[in-house]
């Protein structure tokens, strides 16, 4: 009975925040704003964003101070419905954590490398400080490496990312080390899928982190060859260990001569007969679009907790992205029609 109970309030409270999303209205006010102020006012008056930014003021507020609090209501939102599923939530409520440790340590190494780090207080989250055994102050503060190490000593970060110390001189190899970062974070969340799902749901939730993790090696391939004209063997070193290629499939992918040649292997392989219909300008956006597509299937028709669970996660994550990219078309004069091409969202009312 408190099985029953606890997955007809999930499945109901994960549709009814879903249903508050943004919709096309929404995007189109915000993708006709000047400002970052602009956007705030509007996110502020006229969507479920109101309360995360009420004591925002919109005539002199930071990119970073935007992007911080929404980034702040995303972990909320998300925790509270891992909260309501008895059964794995509070084990996604890592991986939410994880991701976000990530995404502060490569946003803080980045500074560094730019000679820029005490921009990071701009965008630090605070709101994070107590669920993460991170010194995010510290990040602010690092000269080097080592002040780094320093700031994440007290996490499993420092053990993973000591080796990428850099030699004397040297940058820190930010490529290789975000890689090891989302090894590190997909590793812990098949284990958990392992553990802690069963039956339909455990097939059901692997579905989504393999097709993601697919699509995400397949556009790394495009892009260091398109690009970089990368070699197969580096190409390879920097493919994330997870996922349902097939070491065949892959290395046909590598051992094509262009980017068309690994097209049309990708094609002819399930996943890539999958996504034909599917529009997309850059293939990097093909895992973030698969996300949607599955996500709002998913949370509509889906009778798994899990995985309405992941699915509304994903998508709140997903709606994150489109306020961010508004934000940084603005910040870079984007013209407003490239900027739309970024969104990721389907017309509605």
Same mark, same amino acid.
């Given at each position: 009975?408190?099985?029953?109970?606890?997955? #007809?309030?999930?499945?109901?409270?994960?549709?009814?925040?879903?249903?508050?999303?943004?919709?096309?209205?929404?995007? @189109?006010?915000?993708?006709?704003?000047?400002?970052?102020?602009?956007?705030?006012?509007?996110?502020?008056?006229?969507?479920?964003?109101?309360?995360?930014? $009420?004591?925002?003021?919109?005539? #002199?507020?930071?990119?970073? @101070?935007?992007?911080?609090?929404?980034? @702040?209501?995303?972990?909320?939102?998300?925790?509270?419905?891992?909260?309501?599923?008895?059964?794995?939530?509070?084990?996604?409520?890592?991986?939410?954590?994880?991701?976000?440790?990530?995404?502060?340590?490569?946003?803080?190494?980045?500074?560094?490398?730019?000679?820029?780090?005490?921009?990071?207080? !701009?965008?630090?989250?605070?709101?994070? =400080?107590?669920?993460?055994?991170?010194?995010?102050?510290?990040?602010?503060?690092?000269?080097? !490496?080592?002040?780094?190490?320093?700031?994440?000593?007290? *996490?499993?970060?420092?053990?993973?990312?000591?080796?990428?110390?850099?030699?004397?001189?040297?940058?820190?190899?930010?490529?290789?080390?975000?890689?090891?970062?989302?090894?590190?974070?997909?590793? #812990?969340?098949?284990?958990?899928?392992?553990?802690?799902?069963?039956?339909? $749901?455990?097939?059901?939730?692997?579905?989504?982190?393999?097709?993601?993790?697919?699509?995400?090696?397949?556009?790394?391939?495009?892009?260091?060859?398109?690009?970089?004209?990368?070699?197969?063997?580096?190409?390879?070193?920097?493919?994330?260990? !997870?996922? $349902?290629?097939?070491q065949e499939q892959i290395n046909a992918m590598l051992a094509a001569p262009n980017v068309r040649q690994v097209n049309a292997v990708f094609?002819?392989?399930?996943?890539?007969?999958?996504?034909?219909?599917?529009?997309?300008?850059?293939?990097?956006?093909?895992?973030?679009?698969?996300?949607?597509?599955?996500?709002?299937?998913?949370?509509?028709?889906?009778?798994?907790?899990?995985?309405?669970?992941? *699915?509304?996660?994903?998508?709140?994550?997903? =709606? @994150?992205?489109?306020?961010?990219?508004?934000?940084?078309?603005?910040?870079?004069?984007?013209?407003?029609?490239? $900027?739309?091409?970024?969104?990721?969202?389907?017309?509605?009312?």
């Amino acid at each position: 009975m408190l099985s029953s109970l606890s997955s #007809n309030v999930i499945l109901a409270k994960a549709r009814a925040m879903y249903g508050k999303r943004l919709k096309t209205k929404d995007y @189109q006010a915000l993708l006709g704003c000047g400002t970052v102020g602009e956007v705030a006012a509007y996110l502020k008056q006229n969507t479920v964003y109101r309360d995360i930014l $009420t004591g925002v003021n919109e005539h #002199n507020v930071h990119r970073g @101070q935007l992007e911080t609090l929404l980034r @702040q209501k995303f972990f909320y939102d998300a925790s509270s419905i891992c909260r309501y599923e008895l059964s794995s939530g509070e084990h996604f409520a890592a991986y939410l954590i994880q991701s976000l440790e990530i995404e502060q340590i490569m946003h803080s190494l980045m500074l560094l490398s730019l000679g820029r780090p005490k921009d990071y207080l !701009f965008a630090m989250p605070v709101f994070l =400080e107590k669920h993460t055994q991170i010194n995010l102050s510290a990040l602010a503060d690092m000269r080097n !490496f080592d002040d780094f190490l320093a700031a994440v000593a007290h *996490s499993p970060y420092r053990k993973l990312l000591e080796p990428f110390r850099p030699h004397d001189g040297e940058p820190v190899n930010l490529t290789v080390l975000e890689n090891a970062l989302y090894t590190y974070l997909y590793r #812990n969340s098949f284990q958990i899928i392992e553990q802690h799902t069963k039956g339909r $749901t455990k097939a059901e939730v692997r579905e989504i982190f393999n097709d993601y993790l697919d699509l995400t090696n397949y556009s790394r391939i495009v892009r260091l060859k398109q690009y970089y004209h990368a070699e197969p063997d580096y190409i390879r070193s920097l493919l994330l260990p !997870f996922g $349902t290629f097939s070491q065949e499939q892959i290395n046909a992918m590598l051992a094509a001569p262009n980017v068309r040649q690994v097209n049309a292997v990708f094609r002819s392989l399930p996943l890539g007969k999958r996504i034909a219909q599917m529009e997309y300008n850059y293939a990097d956006e093909l895992p973030m679009r698969m996300l949607y597509k599955e996500g709002r299937h998913d949370i509509r028709f889906s009778v798994h907790p899990p995985v309405v669970m992941l *699915s509304y996660i994903f998508l709140n994550e997903i =709606e @994150q992205h489109n306020i961010t990219c508004v934000i940084e078309g603005i910040r870079y004069q984007v013209p407003e029609e490239e $900027t739309k091409k970024l969104l990721i969202y389907k017309a509605e009312s």
